[in-house]
């Protein structure tokens, strides 16, 4: 086979700008006000490494999506949290939107998704059906999900290193000496 056409074929990772593991672009969802969280998650994503395109509180599904449009070629994932409860009727519009703007990055969705003390049990099932693709209680939780979505670390901060692969390099170099 043709070298560029064998190329062309292999599925490339994303261009990912220097410095940055990618990009996320974080929200809050649209009829919702509370900015503590979102502010939090966008410093520890900062510090992971990722480029944040904050959007804020009381954004519209449109809006995030257009901003998933605008930033596709390093997307990562489109964060979006709710707090106030009405996740469900605030992101209503997701499939059509999502579609309109062609957005194939996953949806991650999280915070205090339905209204009262006794929670919806079938709050996941539906935003799921929303097209939400993974829905998360913590926010130390996002890198692990991310991965999980599909998404390759282009970047292995230090502090994330697998320790094993240079323990069993040790192994083997102390096993070459000892039959030397
Ligand atoms: C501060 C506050 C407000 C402030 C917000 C100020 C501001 N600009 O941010 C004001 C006074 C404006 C407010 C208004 C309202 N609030 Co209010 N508010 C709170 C309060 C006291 C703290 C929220 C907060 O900032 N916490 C700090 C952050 C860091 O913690 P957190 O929000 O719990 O987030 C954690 C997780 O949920 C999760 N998380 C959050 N977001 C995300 C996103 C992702 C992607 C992930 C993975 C995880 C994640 O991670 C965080 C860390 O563990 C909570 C009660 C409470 N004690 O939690 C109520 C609360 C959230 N509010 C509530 C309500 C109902 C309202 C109002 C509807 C009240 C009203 N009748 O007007 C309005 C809604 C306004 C609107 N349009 O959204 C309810 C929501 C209930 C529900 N979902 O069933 C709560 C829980 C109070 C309650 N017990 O009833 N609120």
Known sequence: MNRNLLASTVSQPPAVREGSRGSIVLGVAASDAHVVANHLIAMLLRKQGFRVVNL?????????????????????????????????????????????????????????????????????????ALGVDCVLRHPGQLVDALRSLGWHDPVLLPFERPAVPALALQALHAQELAHA
Request: hydrophobic letters at 40%.
């Open 56 to 128: 804020g509180a009381c954004t519209p599904t449109e809006d995030f999506m257009k901003a998933a449009a605008d930033n596709a070629d390093d997307l990562v994932a489109v964060v979006i949290g709710s707090l106030n409860g009405h996740a469900l009727e605030d992101l209503a519009d997701l499939p059509a939107q999502r579609q309109r703007h062609r957005v194939t990055a996953p949806i991650v969705l999280g915070g205090n998704l339905s209204v009262g003390a006794v929670k919806d049990s079938r709050i996941e099932e539906r935003l799921t």
